[in-house]
């Protein structure tokens, strides 16, 4: 009989932690391939998004919460293009086999796969730095995809949630701001278990003209949308949607974490003025909060102003990981 001090091999562990009996998908975990079977006339969207220990999450992440959040940084993604979560496939890099952090990670990545009906297809399995790359695969009608380069100058500019609070956690791990014991814990939740926004972006099918998901600072982001749709943008600083911990935070600070924070995974989106009663009915089918935050405009240019109107410098670029 093994102990349970028995390093599980390869194969033991993805049958133990990573299959799962498949319903939507046509063959899942253990052959060569997976099949996927998309509903008939149904246009694939296919995404990919690597989290490297150090990089992209704290070593004292718990095992449960980088789980989800491998995952959820993926369904933001299929939110951003308003695709609906089909499947998805694992590939993880790690230095041992734990059977603590198999349990964990593998429930928190399986609890949210199910809260969104998204399966585990398949994988791949290897020893290394610890490592987890994701391709989530989702569904959406042909044409109906929501892309970044479909913004036109009068459109109004919204974003979903609040910002800022990942960047917050982020600044007290590394010690240059304190928050008290249930503030910290409230912004590192947010860090740590970010909620991508499938419903909205399903709910925002054909009535937003187009749509990012903030993963690298909102500015930065926007940024996307501006250059594929060749607009300018004006921001309304003082719209930006923030938790009462950061509100309570140095102006400046505030700033530089609503804008150019990241990790938010919060949808940036337009749409005509004509269609703003049809994006609040779709946010309020969607369950998720929503803010306009400024306007498209011709002017080539993202400019931002405070609450008088008045211009506010900036220097905020977006997230780069070879130039930081
Ligand atoms: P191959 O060597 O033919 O690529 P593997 O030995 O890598 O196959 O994987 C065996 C089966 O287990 C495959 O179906 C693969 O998709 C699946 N698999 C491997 N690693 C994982 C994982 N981390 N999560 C889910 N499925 C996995
Ligand atoms: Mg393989």
């Known amino acids: ?44 969207a296919v995404s990919s998004d690597m989290l490297v220990e150090g990089r992209h999450f704290l070593s004292t992440v718990a095992p449960e919460r980088l789980g989800h959040k491998a995952l959820a940084v993926n369904l933001s993604d299929l939110a951003a293009c308003g695709a609906r ?42 020893q290394g730095a610890l490592t987890l790359c994701i391709t989530v695969f989702g569904e959406v009608p042909p044409g109906q995809a929501l892309l970044r380069s479909g913004a036109r100058a009068g459109d109004d500019l919204y974003v979903s949630g609040q910002v800022g609070d990942a960047r917050l956690a982020l600044e007290a791990f590394r010690g240059t701001v304190a928050l008290g014991g249930d503030h910290f814990e409230q912004v590192r939740v947010a860090m740590e278990q970010p909620q991508p926004r499938v419903a909205l972006g ?58 150019a924070g990241g990790d938010d995974y919060e949808l940036v989106f337009t749409a005509p003025a004509s269609k703003a009663d049809a994006v609040h009915a779709a946010a309020k089918r969607a369950a998720t909060r929503v803010t306009r935050i400024g306007r498209i405009d011709d002017s080539g240019r993202l400019t931002l102003a405070d609450a008088r109107g008045q211009a506010v410098p900036h220097h905020f670029g977006s997230f780069d990981h070879f130039k930081s």
Request: hydrophobic share 45%.
């Open 1 to 44: 009989m093994p102990t349970t001090s028995t390093p599980l091999g390869e194969f033991d562990l993805i049958g133990k932690y990573f299959t799962r009996p498949v319903q939507r998908v046509a063959l899942g975990v253990g052959d060569d391939c997976a099949l996927l079977q998309p509903a008939p006339g149904m246009q694939l």
């Open 202 to 259: 399903l709910a925002l099918r054909g009535i937003a003209s187009s749509a990012i998901d903030v993963s690298d600072g909102l500015l930065g982001d926007l940024g996307h949308i501006l250059q594929r749709s060749q607009v300018g943008a004006c921001v309304e600083v003082d719209l930006l949607p923030r938790s009462d911990v950061l509100a309570a935070q140095p102006l400046a600070l505030q700033r530089e974490c609503t804008l």
């Open 85 to 126: 979560p089909l499947a998805f496939t694992l590939a993880l890099s790690m230095p041992r086999v734990d059977d603590r952090f198999l349990e964990g990670f593998s429930r928190g990545l399986l609890t949210l796969a199910d809260a969104h009906g998204c399966e585990l297809a398949g994988g791949d399995t290897t």
